[in-house]
């Protein structure tokens, strides 16, 4: 049998590991044009920060690769014959020769192949001094600007665009933050949450620019400022961007792959053409318990889309079921697990879906809030019929384990749902006493 | 911070010492590195997180600095059976 994976993140990962836990004998290849290989993305952040040099984001993976016996080819991927089974890459080699273009024929693929940072299009966005961070090539262009810049402003929404204020925080800039709305990430914070992020923000040194949109960069050679669309125009040296991200899906269209926002695929991460598998944040999975199909730009999920789908396609019947999405970040250095469903609507802010974003949290339904805390401890609950539908926890965390795995498992609260519902209720209190009784008779 | 707030209702430092081992929550994890780089002895914790292993190292000081530094609450204190007496 031979495999073909496209990317190199953890997706795919997660497959070639999957695959060899059942198919010793198997040909695996992969096939990815990242520079960089296999690394944390998400640990960018705190590359960002400081608190990680960036070697440290490659795990060192050198022997369980090894052990895995993969074929790993460095180019990127032109065309996808699915009826000859087959694909066309040019190789990294063979790129300095414009013509030269590689065959590799397969028997099962998967595509893994990631998603990119939504582009900036207003006029400027090309100027030296505009950066995203999608890869570790734009953590090192947002520091080496970081060096001689002396003010960012920041442009977008969700985790990404607070990773890059507090990056360039740490690195002395002064940042001006743009929001399009009135409040940060108002489709998954409710009010008060997005108020104690903008509270922190502005305690760090953060100007906030309310209702403020970007309609041009200026400058000749580089960034020197950018025009909002109220003829407001603000100095800069680094303009950053983070208006979400979009599945790269050139490959499965060309191939006829059925796309919607993502790859679709059933919960055996097979797309709709035979033998070939998409899976992370390219693939639009299926979920049995909603029946519908959403996008997750999360790690955890990759990970396990890309162990499914590498066991399907080594041959097994395993389905990928879709955990409710979880995330633990840190906003304004606060930091806050995101767990369900907790949010609706969308945010003005992001196209779409974001960096370490799930489209379920803001699928919110009929359902009652609870919230608890003060400032820096802060507890919101989506209390469902029978069970937790989501919950956000802020400051402290010592109920984020607890809650995620509430939800997840959908343990019945009905034993505190009224008490939940009391106005002023310590739903803090309530649902730590509620857990440990569970976990003592479920674990017994 | 008190140690007794980083490990919640878990396990207090110095029983750890004597009876426990640092175990993941691999589902929390992104594998950004944080544990390994600030493990005094150079453990690769996160390799261990990757497999869902328990830090059953042997060189493991159990000195709890991946537990703090871990920016995701992926890594708590639990106790090993091996070296509890258990109640007749």
């Known amino acids: 049998m031979k495999y073909v994976i496209i990317g190199t993140g953890v997706a795919g990962i997660a497959a070639v590991e999957a695959i060899r836990s059942v198919d010793a004998e198997g040909e695996i290849t992969v096939i990815g044009d990242d520079p960089h290989g296999y690394y944390s993305r998400p640990g960018l952040a705190y590359f960002l920060t400081g608190e990680l040099p960036d070697k440290q984001l490659f795990p060192q993976m050198a022997d369980a690769f090894r052990k895995l016996r993969f074929h790993y080819l ?13 694909l066309e890459m040019q190789t990294a080699a063979s790129s300095k020769q414009s013509s030269a273009v590689t065959s590799v024929s397969y028997d099962r693929l998967l595509l893994a192949v990631g998603s990119r940072a939504h582009p900036l299009t207003i006029p400027g966005a090309q100027l030296p001094g505009v950066v995203k961070l999608d890869h570790l090539d734009d953590a090192r262009s947002i520091l080496k600007l970081a060096r001689r810049g002396k003010t960012a402003v920041v442009v977008g ?28 990430w108002n489709n998954v914070l409710d009010e008060h949450e997005s108020k104690i992020v903008e509270h922190r923000l502005k ?47 050139e490959l499965a269209t060309s191939a006829g792959l059925a796309v919607d926002r993502g790859i679709l695929v059933n919960q055996f991460m097979q797309t709709n053409v035979q033998d070939i598998f998409a899976a992370g944040d390219v693939a639009q999975a299926y979920d049995p318990r909603t029946g519908r199909s959403v996008l997750d730009s999360l790690w955890t999920p990759a990970r396990e ?49 974001a960096r370490g974003d799930s489209e379920t949290w803001r ?30 926890l802020m400051g402290d965390q010592k109920l984020s384990a607890p809650l995620q795995r509430m939800i997840e498992d959908r343990v019945d609260i009905s034993p505190i749902r009224q008490k939940l519902m009391t106005p002023n209720a310590p739903i803090s209190d309530i ?14 | 911070m008190a140690f007794k707030d980083i490990f919640g209702k878990s396990s207090t430092r110095r029983e750890v010492l004597a009876s426990g081992h640092v175990v993941p929550d691999p589902a929390r994890c992104v594998q950004c590195g944080i544990c390994s780089y600030n493990c005094p002895i150079e453990i690769d914790v996160r390799a261990h997180v990757w497999r869902g292993e328990a830090i059953t190292h042997s060189d493991c000081l159990t000195c709890g600095e991946c537990v703090a530094r871990c920016p995701r609450g992926v890594l708590h204190f639990e106790h090993t059976d091996l070296f509890v007496r258990r109640p007749q």
């Open chain 1, 74 to 86: 460095k180019g990127y991927v032109t065309r996808i014959l699915p009826e000859a089974h087959r």
């Open chain 1, 157 to 184: 929404g969700g985790i990404t665009a607070l990773e890059i204020v507090e990056g360039l925080l740490a690195r002395g800039v002064k940042v001006h933050y743009l929001l399009r709305g009135d409040r940060y």
């Open chain 1, 203 to 249: 305690e760090e040194g953060v100007e906030l620019h309310y209702h403020a949109e970007a309609v041009e960069i200026q400058g000749r050679k580089n960034v020197s400022a950018i025009k909002l669309l109220d003829g407001r125009v603000l100095k800069c040296d680094i303009v950053a961007y983070a208006i979400g991200i979009e599945p790269k899906l």
């Open chain 1, 305 to 353: 889309q890309g162990r499914a789908a590498g066991l399907n396609m080594a041959g097994m019947q395993v389905e990928y079921i879709k955990s409710a999405p979880f995330n633990v970040t840190r906003l304004a250095g606060l930091t806050t697990t995101i767990i369900g469903v907790v949010g609706h609507g969308r945010d003005e802010d992001i196209v779409g879906i």
């Open chain 1, 363 to 392: 699928s919110l339904p009929d359902a009652i809030v609870a919230q608890s805390g003060f400032d820096i401890n802060h507890l919101r609950l989506i209390i469902g019929q029978k069970a937790l539908l989501g919950a956000i």
């Open chain 1, 431 to 444: 649902v730590a006493e509620y857990w440990i009784d569970w976990r003592a008779q479920h674990t017994s």
